[in-house]
C-alpha cells in the first residue's frame, strides 16, 4: 500500500514535467518529416520532464508565497478549514490532525493541475520558437535538416529518385516523384517515403553506363515505399521560380564553397 501511494504521489509531482514534455512534442510539426516515436530512456526527454516539474513547482510555490504574504500584509484572508498548501500537506502527510473536508481534496487536486496546464501550454507555445525548432530539429533530422530547410520554401519542392529491390528483365524498377513525407529510422537514415505525382521507370547497368528506360504509363498520384524495399535513394530541391530544367543549388558560403552537400 505504501509502494502505491509513492508510485501515485510521484506521478502527481512529475506532472508538471510530463505536461512540458507533452507540451513540446505536440507542438513539433513538419510537413516533411514524420515525427519519430521518443526512444525510451531519452535523456533529453528526462531532462524536459525534470526541468519541467521543478519549473511548475516553483510557479505553485511562488503563488502559495505571494498569497501568504498579502494575507499577512492586508490580513484580508478567508478562514479555511484545511491548509490550502498542498505541498505543505504532502510533506506532513500522516500526521495531519482533524479529518480534511472533501473540498480540500478538490483545491489540492487542482493546484497541482494548474502548473501542469501552465508548463504544458508554455511548452507548447516555446515549440513553435525558431532557436527551440532548429535545436529539436538538428538533434531529430541531422543530416537531412539542412535539405529541410532548403525545400522549405513554398516556391521550393524536393524529388526523390528511388531504386527499389523489383527487378524486370534484369532492369531494376525506379520511382521519381515529389517528396510529400518522409521518415528516419534510429541511425537517421531514411526508412519511409511517400511521393506523389510519381513516375515509374527502369534503371539498367550496363558495363561502362547506367541506363534510365522510361516506361509509357500514366503517373502515380501517391504511392508509399518501405526502406524494405528499396536500395537507393537520391534527393533533388527544384525551385519553381527557376527556368524549366534548372535546379534550386545550394547555398555557398564567402569562400564559393556548396554549404549542402550532394547525396
Known amino acids: 500500500m505504501s509502494f502505491s501511494y509513492t508510485l501515485f504521489l510521484a506521478l502527481l509531482l512529475l506532472a508538471p514535467g510530463l505536461g512540458a514534455w507533452a507540451g513540446l512534442r505536440s507542438g513539433e510539426r513538419s510537413d516533411l518529416i514524420a515525427q519519430a516515436p521518443e526512444k525510451p530512456g531519452s535523456t533529453f526527454s528526462l531532462l524536459v520532464i525534470v526541468f519541467g516539474a521543478l519549473a511548475g513547482h516553483i510557479l505553485l510555490s511562488l503563488v502559495f508565497a505571494v498569497q501568504a504574504w498579502a494575507c499577512r500584509s492586508t490580513a484580508a484572508c478567508w478562514t479555511l478549514g484545511f491548509d490550502p498548501n498542498v505541498y505543505r500537506v504532502i510533506l506532513n502527510a500522516g500526521h495531519a490532525g482533524a479529518r480534511p473536508p472533501d473540498l480540500a481534496f478538490l483545491c489540492w487536486f487542482v493546484g497541482l493541475l494548474s502548473p501542469a496546464l501552465i508548463v504544458g501550454a508554455i511548452a507548447y507555445r516555446a515549440s513553435g520558437w525558431q532557436w527551440v525548432r532548429t535545436m529539436r530539429e538538428t538533434a ?12 522549405r520554401a513554398p516556391n521550393r519542392f524536393i524529388i526523390a529518385y528511388v531504386v527499389t529491390t523489383l ?46 528506360v522510361s516506361t509509357a504509363a500514366a503517373p502515380i498520384p501517391l504511392i508509399q515505399l518501405d526502406s524494405r524495399n528499396f536500395v537507393n535513394v537520391a534527393l533533388e530541391v527544384f525551385d519553381t521560380d527557376l527556368l524549366p530544367g534548372q535546379r534550386a543549388l545550394p547555398d555557398r558560403d564567402d569562400r564559393g564553397s556548396p554549404v549542402e552537400r550532394d547525396l
Open 167 to 212: 527487378e524486370h528483365d534484369g532492369a531494376s524498377v525506379a520511382y521519381e516523384g515529389v517528396v510529400e513525407t518522409l521518415a528516419l529510422d534510429d541511425n537517421k537514415a531514411i526508412a519511409m517515403l511517400v511521393l506523389s505525382n510519381c513516375d515509374r521507370f527502369l534503371v539498367r547497368i550496363g558495363p561502362d553506363r547506367v541506363e534510365r
Open 140 to 151: 531529430a533530422f541531422g543530416w537531412l535538416k539542412r535539405w529541410v530547410d532548403l525545400g
